[in-house]
């Protein structure tokens, strides 16, 4: 049950980042709140604890030793105590984030097991690859990992790397959530969950001066706008920082940070039953992301390469060829790349804006009716050169927009043994996009440059229903029923301008200069008079492009259903019990890439987990643990070859996957003033079936040969914070934490036959942090100090290959970073 709390009591066990809102504050921000089972409880004391609890601090009775209090989480589309929802949740406030050193969200994953949290270097740059229990998003396909702003499910992966700023809190969900989250919630969920404005007036000032030149202002305001009806808050993040890359062969710097952040929200009350919510979110990220370095290369290939090129070239005479496959240079340094992207592209920008009305209605006492209509629109401009190396080899340039149109209607019902809600959900996007991949030949004297436009339009509409009940059919037994029926409709049209320039090959003297030349059926042949490239030197002086176009159009629907049953019990007040069954997928979809529009099929996934929930010695001790077993049909996995001079990125339903694992969270007071955090977790993955062909066209299975990536056997997190009261000069906490991963491959699918295995597993490795921080005894100014990995350990975080190339990239290296804050 909540704990009473006295303002000194509160204030005194403050863990390092918190900020209160003042007594009176706390005291107002709620009056509905959540106690042990679910049961809602009003009055001003409860309204302190939970609020406490909401904000992840220990509390405790007065004149009594600190408690650690319950969390109160909305993983079932309602609030409620989390310890006492049956599935695996993590959530954690805006306060928690920065006492443990979360800048962005990339940061959680080492606070929470078998989750792998990374910026994308890859295919879409810029973006949040996600991985839960092994499973996630790969690049420029659909995500296997939901991300949600509020109530708002964020549909492209470009956009989706949220900065930390103006939360309440974030929830990760794990496991498949295809009950109440629907559609490509595979692996599992994240919610951002942001800062509602309320009655009294608070502004809040951040300025963080760190490495690299970092340099970041947080501002915000909330506060009554009318009187008991209206209330608005503004958020406003700016964050500049140098690049930790350095492009060798022209000095440019990349992997800066260069975003301004944007954040508005209104609140109105019209009647004591009824509350109008407007969220507008906008973020512009100018940012030239992190560029992966080659790591490996594959010296056969290049070999012949070579000699075919310097023979070519010294038999016609000319110099100035094209050196990039006959590169072999891997650099030696995690923060030196090699690119001639500084000629190609410098405008990388990420766009998005996000607006989203909510409207809630208390009908009576068990009755309520939420209704969420969003709007999102993301704009971005990218390039990425997959070879390597400072000449026009390999690149892709990409423009793109995305507009995602949303609807959700929730019904929920609330009695003392049954909780329900029932839903519809619509969503409608269309996404135009328009990539430009480029591959200049190894042999200069046949064939010079090929271009491939791929202008494609995607449509989606998917439209679903679901329902979930909450059934407490006997004393502290509670039985959950719930499924979801999903139909996705998804179209492509795709036009594909092909452009192959050529020198005539004359191989003997006397040949008139555009002698040979071939031309596909359909094409049509373009000769033109042009210079060579600057610095070649050539007997030819006729230029020849062959231009070709291929359109496709594709149109697919899908259905499913995904059923969950789950049986909890409390086994006494302290210990949740529980086991069940879920089911999850994945939609099916067409390739875009390389010109290749064929198509492939949903994924699916069956879930059985066991779990517990505790509370020990006087609520001093929180101990939560989960095992899982899953299995999958129809597995999507993806690759990038270069087909026809272009890049493609292919995704096939290869057949089986299974996983399983166990994840334990413990949060302990260790005395009066000190706090202990630590989570295990374990995970196995095996592909038990993969669909091949052989040289010769022969279906085979290389499932024994194939690992799935991003799926480190063991994991973990272990923090300790000690507090330490000054009195009238206010307080200092102090904090050190470790994470522990074990060795992983940083791509996936992985060809364990492959020569470029080795390369792309990352060894196990701890990375340390610590942080130290003042406030003043009125908690309106607070400093700090922090370092994250102190030890510098720099490690692979993701990696793919193209042809004879594998590029990885690597993690920050160590920073530090002063913060001084101020709220009124």
Known sequence: MPIALTKIDLYRRLP?????????????????????????????????SVLAATLG???????????????????????????????????????????????????????TPNTTLSETGGLVAGSLSAFIRGIGNDPGFDQGVGIYLDDVYLNSASGSLLEVYDLQRVEILKGPQGNLYGRNTIGGAIKYITRQPGPETQV?????????????VEAGVSGSLVDDQLYGSVGVLTTRRDGIQDNVSSGKEYWDKRVDAYRGALRWTPAERHELRLMLDYSEDRSDPVLPQRIGVNSATLDGISFVVTGANTYLGGTGLVEAPNDTTLLRDEDDVNTELDAAFDDF?????????????DIDDAWTLKSVTAYREVDSDVAFDYDGTDQQFITTIRSRNDEDISQEFQLNYSTETLNAVFGLYYLDSDADNEPTSEQFARLRAVQEITADTVQDKRGLTSMSGYASVDWDFAPDWQLTLGGRYTQDEKSLDQLTLNREGYYALALLQGFPPNAIVAVRPGAEAVAEEQPMFAGWMTPFDRYMEIHSETEYHQEESWTEFTPTIRVSHHLNEDVLLYTGYSTGFKSGGFQTTGGRATGYD?????SYVIGAKTTAFGQRLIVNAEAFYNEYEGKQLSTIVVTDGALDQTVDNVGEMTTLGAEVEVTALLGADWQWQFNLGYLDTDVDEYSSTDDEGNAIDIADTTEIGFS???????????YFDLGSLGSVSAMVDAAYRDNAYVNSPIDLDSDFAAVQEQDSYVIWNAGVQWNSADERFRVSLKGKNLDDKRVLVNSYVVGPFVNGAYNLPRTWAVELAYRM
């Open 16 to 48: 390092m980042g918190f900020n209160p809102f003042g007594w009176r504050r706390i005291r107002r921000a709620a009056h509905v709140v959540i106690g042990r089972r679910g049961k809602v409880m009003r009055g001003r004391i409860a309204s302190v």
């Open 349 to 361: 920008r990420i766009k998005s804006s996000t607006a989203s009305l909510t409207y809630l209605w």
């Open 204 to 216: 809040d000032l951040a300025v963080k001066l760190g490495s690299h030149d970092q340099r970041q």
């Open 57 to 111: 601090i220990p509390v405790a009775p007065a004149a009594t030793a600190a408690v650690l209090e319950e969390v109160v989480v909305t993983a079932r589309k309602r609030a409620e105590s989390m310890q006492d929802v049956p599935m695996a949740v993590s959530a954690y406030s805006a306060e928690q984030l920065s006492s443990a050193l979360i800048d962005d969200i990339t940061d959680l994953e080492k606070m």
């Open 712 to 722: 480190p056997e063991w994991t973990a997190q272990t923090r300790l914070q000690k």
């Open 602 to 606: 949903p994924e699916t996934v069956d």
